[in-house]
């Protein structure tokens, strides 16, 4: 190609496209998407009443889920149970609601399973009411942390998280002082087995300590295996933009295989391909800004499974194998259930690899140290929005050469143009000549027409592991900036930062060389309009950035020109 602009508008016009085929595929149901999505439910959840799996513990092999649970030890057979309870409790059990600074934890006494949390300091997705929810158990969704035990190859019936519990008497709110505080529920004998679930919260923290202690209570020794599990419905998130897609369902990490993600759509056609055998890592369940995940400390043998516990629900959890436990002794296990926001510090400090459930995607060598730049200016400024603007100023300073070399390639471009586009009508008849004419113009002015792409090209991957930084981001939800932006995860709500950026990106298109083949001008003006007008919908903290991002370009290319005696004019379209 001869024209740089005709470089640059290709590049935004394959962005466009890239961006109408991930929408086509979402649309279409399909996960190969440039940017991962929710896959669409398969159904609705089971209603309130009803329990979403029939029977407490199925008695048919975990071949016959969609995706088969593995046994925790070679040759035994798992029989794993129902995953979900119903969603109203039925007679005799209870709920318990225990609160923390940061935490709103609801309890059910069977099995002793989380089946909801709510964060006191986050606002919901109205971004009105105080304390948004992620674990719940409700007719309109499904998504709790369950654990228990099953049996091995020796054979025997154990309490599971279907299993009536009692909950112990003690402390259900942390008061000022105290540091952590504890919820112990206790089940019935089965087998001559019980099982003694303690969960202990800690102040400050989204991170829950939970020791299962296995009490043998027969006249005969046990190998009972502990599961833990985490099931969730389908369905897409409340509030989910159309236009960018983020991320929803299973995932884990191990040392071996790192980090893996799931779509609910492969659990539906049982085409997981996943380590299945570790002995370090976590199990996860992840949204947009908020994740829960159950951890096993390393070294201890697990493995790993996912699977459909019926229609439109899923579950992926860990099984690990306990050691003979000899009559009236008993065995504990200490596990972490993670649930909270995706605060990149805190769950760096929780476990190796959890912070990854922040998804930056194939970026990410980029995207964690722009997100830890980001964070350290906003220690200094303590306001997002200028932390964001102060971060695209010191990108700007650092490819502060780049630029200066491109715009000084488009400066030479503009300064040959009336010369290209003479001898274009001169030769419009005569394609050979001209291809032949235009390139001698290049050669006697010292210009090259791809001068001002590549170090444009060079950056690109950084702008866009700063997309994903902030679109990532859980500490800007709810996070005002000024004035009338009260949120920069949420689009701006008079549109004024859109109108801004599309306004900057028509001058930063006038102040570029007009294109010699008119197609090309019509496309230089077209394709900016048609890509600001998705910013209007975007989140207010990258439109901010966006127009931080021009500005600065325009100022640069400003001063560029006049240095080099081409005036600052302004290419108006002309459409014929």
């Known amino acids: 190609?001869?024209?740089?602009?005709?470089?640059?508008?290709?590049?935004?016009?394959?962005?466009?496209?890239?961006?109408?085929?991930?929408?086509?595929?979402?649309?279409?149901?399909?996960?190969?998407?440039?940017?991962?999505?929710?896959?669409?439910?398969?159904?609705?959840?089971?209603?309130?009443?009803?329990?979403a799996s029939t029977a407490s513990v199925p008695t048919g092999a975990p071949g016959s889920s969609a995706v088969p649970a593995p046994a925790a030890t070679a040759g035994s057979a798992v029989v794993l149970p129902g995953a979900v309870p119903a969603t109203t409790p039925s007679a005799g059990k209870q709920r318990l609601v225990v609160t923390t600074d940061l935490l709103t934890l609801t309890f059910d006494t069977e099995g002793g399973t989380l089946v909801g949390s709510a964060f006191p300091r986050l606002k919901d997705v109205d971004g009105k009411t105080a304390g948004f929810v992620l674990l719940d158990e409700s007719a309109a969704r499904v998504y709790v942390a369950q654990s228990g035990l099953i049996a091995s190859a020796a054979g025997g019936s154990f309490p599971t998280h279907k299993t009536p519990m009692t909950a112990v008497p003690g402390d259900r709110q942390l008061k000022d002082g105290q540091d952590s505080l504890e919820v112990k529920f206790e089940s019935a004998e089965v087998g001559g087995v019980k099982l003694v679930k303690t969960y202990t919260l800690k102040r400050g923290a989204y991170d829950v300590a939970v020791r299962h202690d296995v009490v043998n209570n027969g006249a005969n020794p046990v190998s009972p295996q502990l599961y833990m599990q985490l099931v969730r419905?389908?369905?897409?998130?409340?509030?989910?933009?159309?236009?960018?897609?983020?991320?929803?369902?299973?995932?884990?990490?191990?040392?071996?295989?790192?980090?893996?993600?799931?779509?609910?759509?492969?659990?539906?056609?049982?085409?997981?391909?996943?380590?299945?055998?570790?002995?370090?890592?976590?199990?996860?369940?992840?949204q947009h800004y908020f994740a829960s995940a159950w951890i096993l400390p390393d070294g201890l043998e697990r493995d790993i499974f996912l699977r459909k516990v019926d229609t439109n629900l899923y579950a992926v959890g860990m099984i690990t194998p306990l050691e003979a436990i000899a009559p009236g002794a008993t065995k504990s296990t200490t596990a972490t259930l993670f649930v909270g926001p995706q605060e990149e510090k805190r769950l760096e400090a929780i476990a190796p690899g959890l912070e990854l459930v922040k998804d930056y995607g194939w970026l990410t060598i980029l995207a964690k140290p722009l997100y830890w730049l980001l964070d350290k200016l906003h220690g200094f400024i303590q306001n997002w929005g200028w932390s964001i603007v102060a971060l695209v100023v010191l990108l700007k300073m650092a490819f502060y050469w780049l630029n200066a070399k491109a715009y000084a390639s488009m400066a030479k471009m503009k300064a040959v143009n009336p010369k290209i586009m003479e001898m274009r009508e001169r030769l419009k008849d005569k394609p050979q000549e001209m291809q032949v004419a235009m390139m001698k113009i290049y050669k006697e002015e010292k210009?090259?027409?791809?001068?001002?792409?590549?170090?444009?090209?060079?950056?690109?991957?950084?702008?866009?592991?700063?997309?994903w930084v902030l679109l990532s981001s859980v500490e800007m939800r709810n996070a005002p900036w000024t004035l009338w932006i009260k949120d920069l995860s949420s689009p701006d709500p008079y549109f004024i930062l859109p109108v801004v950026m599309t306004l900057t990106t028509m001058l930063q298109t006038a102040l570029n060389p007009t294109p010699p083949d008119p197609m090309q001008a019509k496309l230089m003006w077209f394709m900016p309009l048609i890509f600001s007008v998705m910013f209007f919908f975007f989140p207010a903290g990258l439109v901010l950035y966006w127009i931080t991002n021009n500005v600065l370009s325009i100022a640069q290319q400003w001063v560029i020109n006049t240095r080099m005696g081409v005036p600052p004019q302004f290419n108006l379209p002309k459409f014929k």
């Open 1 to 51: 190609m001869n024209d740089i602009r005709r470089t640059i508008l290709w590049v935004i016009f394959g962005f466009s496209m890239v961006l109408l085929w991930d929408q086509w595929q979402v649309f279409n149901g399909n996960k190969a998407t440039f940017f991962p999505s929710p896959a669409p439910a398969a159904s609705s959840p089971a209603p309130a009443g009803k329990p």
């Open 233 to 286: 419905d389908g369905n897409k998130l409340p509030g989910e933009s159309s236009l960018y897609s983020t991320f929803t369902g299973p995932a884990l990490y191990t040392a071996a295989q790192k980090y893996q993600k799931v779509e609910f759509s492969d659990i539906e056609k049982n085409k997981v391909d996943v380590e299945k055998h570790a002995s370090n890592g976590f199990v996860a369940m992840v």
């Open 447 to 467: 210009v090259n027409p791809m001068g001002g792409c590549f170090p444009i090209m060079i950056q690109i991957p950084v702008f866009i592991a700063l997309y």
